[in-house]
Nanobody, 123 residues
Framework: QGQLVESGGGSVQAGGSLRLSCAAS????????MGWFRQAPGKEREGVAI????????SYAASVQGRFTISQDSSKNTLYLQMNSLKLEDTAMYSC????????????????WGQGTQVTVSS
């Protein structure tokens, strides 16, 4: 079984930055897609950024393009999400997820999930 453990959430003022980390273990390896999803109260879960670990090629939701950066450290089996220029609407529970093979934007396609880390952006 694969396991994902997130860290790095917290509270920040609008315009600030946070970096989330997701430590992967178990069967999650270089042929997986890993991504960050978020869910705000009363809203559906949405994909934020995804990355195919074998190629390192990232994709971003339009709402975070140019502000967020997804990356990986293969030596540490860790996924990161650098979030800059944070906005009030970025407030949500952020979760790391993984699935075998190709990337998709549907959270239903992901088999492994972390426990989530809260990000709160205030004015």
């Amino acid at each position: 079984q694969g396991q994902l453990v997130e860290s790095g959430g917290g509270s920040v003022q609008a315009g600030g930055s946070l970096r989330l980390s997701c430590a992967a273990s178990g069967y999650i390896d270089s042929n997986y897609c890993m991504g960050w999803f978020r869910q705000a109260p009363g809203k559906e879960r949405e994909g934020v950024a995804i990355l195919y670990t074998a190629s390192g090629s990232p994709s971003y939701a339009a709402s975070v393009q140019g502000r967020f950066t997804i990356s990986q450290d293969s030596s540490k089996n860790t996924l990161y999400l650098q979030m800059n220029s944070l906005k009030l609407e970025d407030t949500a529970m952020y979760s790391c997820a993984a699935r075998a093979w190709f990337c998709t934007w549907s959270s239903f396609d992901y088999h492994y999930w972390g426990q989530g880390t809260q990000v709160t952006v205030s004015s």
